[in-house]
Structure formats: C-alpha cells, structure tokens
C-alpha cells in the first residue's frame, strides 16, 4: 500500500471515529436534556400541591413563619345560623305588612396563628389577608340543584403572630350568600329546571380561599369549608 492510499484509508477511519463519537454525545446530550426536563416537572409538580404548615390546602404560609389554623361558621342577623333563607317571609300582613329580616348571609372567620419554630429569635411580620374566593359546591345528595355562582371579596383582614410558643386569634365577618346569589337561587328553584326538597332546601359546601402577604411581601393561601342549606326559611 503507498502513502497516499493509507493516508486515505486512515482519514477515512478517523472521519467515522468522530460521526460515532458525535452520534454516541449527541445520544447523551439528549439523555441529559430529558432528565433535567423530567426533574424541572417533577419539581413543579411538587410545588404545586400546596402542601405545607397551616389548613388543607394552604400554600406559602412556611414562608411566612406562621402557621395558620382555620374554621368558619354561618352568621345571620346576630346569630349562628347555616340555614341560608332565599325567600323572604310576610311575618305579618298589616296594615302595614310586616317581614321578615332579610340580607346577606355571612359567616364568621376564626383564625388561630402560632408560630412555625417557636425558639426563633426573629420575630415573623404581620399578615394581611386581602381578598378571599368562595366557590359553592352541591352535596351529594343536591346533585341536580342550581349552581351558585363563585363569589369574588376583597376585604382587608390582619393577623398578629404570636410570640415564642402562644397563639393569637383573630375573627372577622365574610360573607356566606349575597342577596344576589339568593335572588338567582330562587329564581332557578321555582323555574322547574332543578330538583330541590320541601320549601326549595337544598345542601351546599361553601369552600373559602384566602389569599394575602406578609408585611414583607411574602405571598400566603389558605382554605377552610363549612356546609349549609339554603332554600325557603320561616325566620319571622
């Protein structure tokens, strides 16, 4: 073989050496590039699934260094009420008629705040509480109801945390059903649409979602649930 053949057949050699070499790092370049992806997801994922100190469903709260324990209950006209009255009674008919209370249906929020690590020796900020979502979800035994309409708040609500190992609570008024969503609910009852018990009752889940930040900008969601009924009540 003369030089000029062999120095052919060896750049020929050393050509294919480099396509393997550049197919097998290309194969591994794409191996890494799906697993970063695959862990990028992963790591979403878990993010989003809230999971964290305070409530079901709470998010960001361990940032904040507080956790946040809620509950809330129906509140009308002064009272602990769950019943949700859509249609307003004549109590008496006069002259002049006499009716029934009628407004919104609130509810009271009791928040009870403690802090994550106790022996800290930095002192968390206040939270404040600024809007708050409630979405009404049909019971199972109310499957064919109406639907109630989500209601958006916006209402400023302050938490001071604790210091060392106490908790501190703080109440405040939400609401439950607005006249609004009582006008349409009766509305939607009476139009023979939907299904519904005696005097138009039917069972709901009111499921709160509030949101607010810290007095340093951090970013906190917590939820809490209660049920009630609403439909036809005599509150005379």
Request: net charge negative.
């Amino acid at each position: 073989m003369d030089g000029f053949t062999a120095l052919f057949e060896n750049t020929d050699e050393r050509d294919m050496q480099r396509v393997n070499n550049s197919k097998t790092g290309g194969k591994m370049k794409r191996r890494y590039l799906i697993l970063i992806m695959f862990l990028l997801l992963l790591s979403g994922i878990l993010h989003g699934c809230g999971a964290g100190p305070g409530s079901p469903g709470s998010s960001g709260t361990e940032d904040t260094g507080v956790q946040l324990d809620a509950t809330i209950s129906g509140l009308y006209n002064g009272a602990s009420v769950y019943s949700v009255d859509a249609f307003q009674q004549v109590c008496d008919a006069g002259p002049p008629p006499v009716y029934e209370f009628f407004a919104d249906h609130n509810a009271r929020l009791t928040i009870s705040a403690s802090l994550i690590n106790p022996s800290s020796t930095s002192t968390p900020g206040r939270l404040y509480i600024e809007k708050y979502t409630v979405q009404y979800r049909r019971s199972n035994d109310s499957i064919g109801t109406p639907p109630i309409e989500t209601f958006v708040g916006y209402q400023s609500i302050v938490i001071v945390p604790p210091s060392g190992s106490g908790t501190t609570t703080t109440t405040a008024t939400v609401l439950l059903v607005d006249l609004l969503r009582k006008d349409q609910y009766a509305a939607d009852v009476t139009s023979g649409q939907y299904s519904s018990g005696l005097s138009y009752i039917n069972n709901y889940t009111a499921i709160y979602t509030f949101e607010g930040q810290n007095e340093f900008g951090t970013h906190f969601s917590f939820k809490v649930q209660m049920p009630f009924q609403i439909g036809s009540f005599d509150n005379c």
